[in-house]
């Protein structure tokens, strides 16, 4: 039998932000999903999803709150140990009130960090984009869910202003482009380095994930669209 999940997206009031996890675990670790896990057994999806909402942020919704989305099925499970019998996600979504909004904690109760992203930057985010968890469905679903309770269409991104040059100890390790000022970047390269030198990747990854996490958004340009 398929696993079954919940994944839930708690909007503030008004729909400008969205509450994230960022995964410790599951295939996924290192990125941003909604607030959600496995449905247990003899529980419904909408009971899995208050369950894992209560139980990671500490919020008791009414059932009646909860915007069901759809659901879609995967040929993988999405564990730390991938099953072939795949899973099955059930997407929900609320409005919370300015008082819910304020009492969501800083981390969950498997301690992975809640972070409160611009639901402008998740719809407009690139299908391949490493930010968020699945391969678009995160930016899919949260469009779907902005979409049902009513919330006003996403302003464009505003264009890049600044380009720069990242080194490594090899060298030069990226060109990147992003609207943060010299001063305010080289501050926030400089709070990441030391964690991100713990668990660097090869590709860099993560380092931009966890600029982006501290608003200071760099993207990465290859060699082979910068004009000469």
């Known amino acids: 039998m398929k696993k079954q999940y919940t994944v839930c997206f708690l909007f503030s009031p008004g729909g400008d932000r969205v509450l994230m996890v960022e995964k410790l675990h599951t295939v996924f670790k290192g990125r941003l999903n909604g607030v959600g896990g496995k449905i247990e057994p003899a529980e419904s999806a909408r009971d899995g999803a208050l369950r894992e909402i209560r139980e990671e942020t500490g919020l008791s919704i009414a059932p009646d709150r909860l915007l069901y989305l759809g659901f879609t099925s995967l040929p993988d499970d999405c564990a730390d140990e991938p099953s072939e019998q ?46 968020y968890a699945g391969d678009g469905d995160v930016p899919c679903w949260v469009n779907i869910a902005a979409s049902k309770l009513g919330f006003p269409q996403p302003k464009p991104m505003p264009c890049s202003r600044y380009y720069y040059l990242l080194r490594d100890s090899q060298g030069i390790m990226d060109m990147v482009c992003s609207d943060v000022s010299p001063d305010q970047f080289k501050n926030t390269m400089n709070a990441v380095s030391r964690e991100y030198a713990e668990d660097c990747d090869e590709n860099h990854e993560r380092l931009y994930r966890l600029l982006s996490i501290r608003g200071c958004t760099a993207i990465p340009i290859p060699y082979t669209d910068i004009e000469v």
Not at 105 to 126: C, F, I, K, Y
Request: glycine share 4%; net charge negative.
């Open 86 to 131: 795949g899973c099955t996600l059930f997407f929900y979504a609320v409005e919370l009130t300015s008082l819910e909004t304020n009492n969501v904690p800083a981390a969950n109760d498997v301690g992975e960090r809640l972070v409160w992203e611009s639901t402008d930057m998740v719809r407009t985010a690139p299908a391949n984009s490493v930010r």
